[in-house]
Nanobody
Framework: QVQLVESGGGLVQAGGSLRLSCAAS???????MGWFRQAPGKERESVAT????????RYADSVKGRFTISRDNARNMAYLQMNSLKPDDTAVYYC????????????????WGQGIQVTVSS
């Protein structure tokens, strides 16, 4: 069974960068990996997804051009590089893995990390 643990969050000024990492304890080679986020009072939303081979990526319009999702299957890792951060990016960020096809819906995903706080100050 896959277990996911996020790291790399924290507090950063607007315009700064953070790199989130997701370590998987089980095999995720054929899994879709995704990053979601949830701000206070808002629903959890998809930020980015990546196919098992790494060739297919999708991004929310709000983060296109600023965030980059990647994965290293040999290390069972997924990453989210976040640049040009804005206060609206403040949220708890979750790593997720889908055994089959994973899209932008949280119900597509079978495994979730505990979440990590990202706070962007103005």
């Amino acid at each position: 069974q896959v277990q996911l643990v996020e790291s790399g969050g924290g507090l950063v000024q607007a315009g700064g960068s953070l790199r989130l990492s997701c370590a998987a304890s089980g095999r995720t080679f054929f899994y879709t990996m995704g990053w979601f986020r949830q701000a206070p009072g808002k629903e959890r939303e998809s930020v980015a997804t990546i196919s098992w081979g790494g060739g297919g990526t999708r991004y929310a319009d709000s983060v296109k051009g600023r965030f980059t999702i990647s994965r290293d299957n040999a290390r069972n890792m997924a990453y989210l590089q976040m640049n040009s951060l804005k206060p609206d990016d403040t949220a708890v960020y979750y790593c997720a893995a889908a055994r089959l096809k994973g899209g932008t819906q949280k119900t597509d995903y079978d495994y979730w990390g505990q979440g990590i706080q990202v706070t962007v100050s103005s």
